[in-house]
């Protein structure tokens, strides 16, 4: 089984500043797929980005942009002049790729982040 | 284009009641899951349809829960003889097929709080 472990529970940025995200994830396989969503007070989940294993080129969306350390099994997010919008919960999440249960996605227990002015 | 939309927002019950709990998919999304977020929690997968079966309900914690979409669209979330421990926000979402390259897109959730 695989398991994502976010080992920060909140943390806070001010804003136009740069912030990262920690996760770390354990999984036996090669192929999968890893991602980072973000969970405003609506409840929605949003796709913020998403990285292949198989990539070694680290995945950017805007200011959005990943760390992905596959030996070490770490996955960071990093954001770039942090917006007030940017405030929400952030969930690390694992994917496995190939056949099997290639839909079924692992969540980390989330990051609280607050962007101050 | 309209989104994942999940009817009700918030659904207040007593122990012991019956509730449904409803999810309306992306329009021609055949895949469609139910994910169940406790407080403080990530969300936790319950069961993932490819169209109108239910392909895999490994995560259903318990025979109290059930699902169908029947039509392959819409999809009910059934919860039997609630419990205290039941409650959580349901998350429901749709992706235009199964697989790790198409995403999955969330609704708002349903909260259910049992009392």
């Known amino acids: 089984a695989q398991t994502v472990t976010q080992s920060q529970p909140e943390m806070s940025v001010q804003e136009a500043e740069t912030v990262t995200l920690s996760c770390t994830y354990d999984?036996?396989?090669?192929?999968?797929?890893l991602f980072w969503y973000k969970q405003p007070p609506s409840r929605q989940m949003i796709l913020v980005i998403r990285q292949e294993a198989y990539k070694q080129q680290n995945a950017t969306e805007n200011r959005f942009s990943v760390n992905f350390q596959k030996a070490a099994k770490s996955f960071s997010l990093k954001i770039s002049d942090s917006q007030l919008g940017d405030t929400a919960m952030y969930f690390c999440a694992f994917l496995l790729g190939g056949g099997g249960s290639n839909y079924k996605l692992t969540f980390g227990k989330g990051t609280l982040l607050t962007v101050n002015p | 284009g309209a989104g994942v939309s999940q009817t009700p927002s918030n659904k207040v019950t007593e122990k012991g009641k019956y509730v449904e709990l409803r999810c309306d998919p992306i329009?021609?999304?055949?895949?469609l899951y139910w994910y169940r977020q406790s407080l403080g929690q990530g969300p936790e997968f319950l069961i993932y349809?490819?169209?109108?079966?239910?392909?895999?309900d490994s995560g259903l914690p318990n025979d109290r829960f059930f699902a169908v979409r029947p039509e392959g669209s819409v999809s009910t979330l059934k919860i039997q003889r609630t419990e205290r421990g039941d409650s959580a926000v349901y998350l429901c979402?749709?992706?235009?097929?199964?697989?790790?390259?198409?995403?999955?897109?969330f609704g708002p959730g349903t909260r259910l709080t049992v009392l």
């Open positions: 349809f490819q169209g109108t079966g239910a392909a895999d």
């Open positions: 999984t036996s396989e090669s192929n999968y797929y």
């Open positions: 979402a749709s992706s235009p097929e199964q697989g790790p390259y198409n995403e999955q897109f």
């Open positions: 329009s021609g999304h055949t895949a």
